[in-house]
């Protein structure tokens, strides 16, 4: 399958505006991601194909230019969730953080995460690894906890949540690498 990123970003956009921006009962009233319109309309948002490689690449060349680098790739030539989880582990002492949406996942949590529903453009069907400052990841889902968010959401998405934060906070308190030796 060849992926138009064109495409793919008019398809983004609609799951910002219909799906990602919309109040949901399964969130308890919030937005199923109340940051991402605000990111995406003032263009703080990356949109580039490619796999592992292209990740990595993304990952070296960081610069804060924008809040969320999203790496689309063909589903059925990669799944990234392993990848991702390892590579994870040599990159938060750089404050940076990748999660993964690889479609071939067991249901979503949210019931109404139908990209029929959302309005879909594309029968496409592909995989996404998101890359931002785990720091900033980390303060957007603490903003999220008082407000009920979370109420509805899996163990397993929680302890991910959960181990993500503690991810930042055992970084926080290792000491700075001596390299004057």
């Known amino acids: 399958m060849t992926l138009d990123l064109n495409t793919i970003k008019q398809d983004l956009q609609q799951w910002v505006v219909n799906y990602l921006d919309v109040p949901s009962e399964f969130y308890s009233g919030n937005k199923p991601c109340p940051f991402a319109l605000k990111s995406w309309t003032k263009s703080k948002v990356k949109v580039v194909l490619g796999e592992a490689a292209e990740v990595e690449r993304q990952v070296a060349a960081w610069d804060d230019s924008c809040e969320l680098l999203i790496v689309v790739y063909d589903h059925e030539a990669w799944s990234s969730n392993d990848w991702v989880r390892e590579k994870n582990t040599s990159i938060t002492g750089d404050d940076l953080y990748l999660m993964s949406f690889d479609p071939d996942d067991s249901d979503p949590d949210d019931p109404s995460l139908d990209p029929h529903e959302w309005g879909s453009i594309t029968e496409d069907v592909y995989g996404m690894v998101f890359l931002q400052r785990l720091s900033n990841l ?26 993500r934060k503690m991810t930042c906070v055992a970084e926080a308190k290792q000491p700075a690498n001596d390299q004057s030796l």
């Open 138 to 163: 980390n303060a957007y889902s603490e903003k999220l906890r008082p407000t009920g968010y979370y109420e509805n959401v899996s163990r397993d998405f929680m302890e991910y949540v959960n181990e």
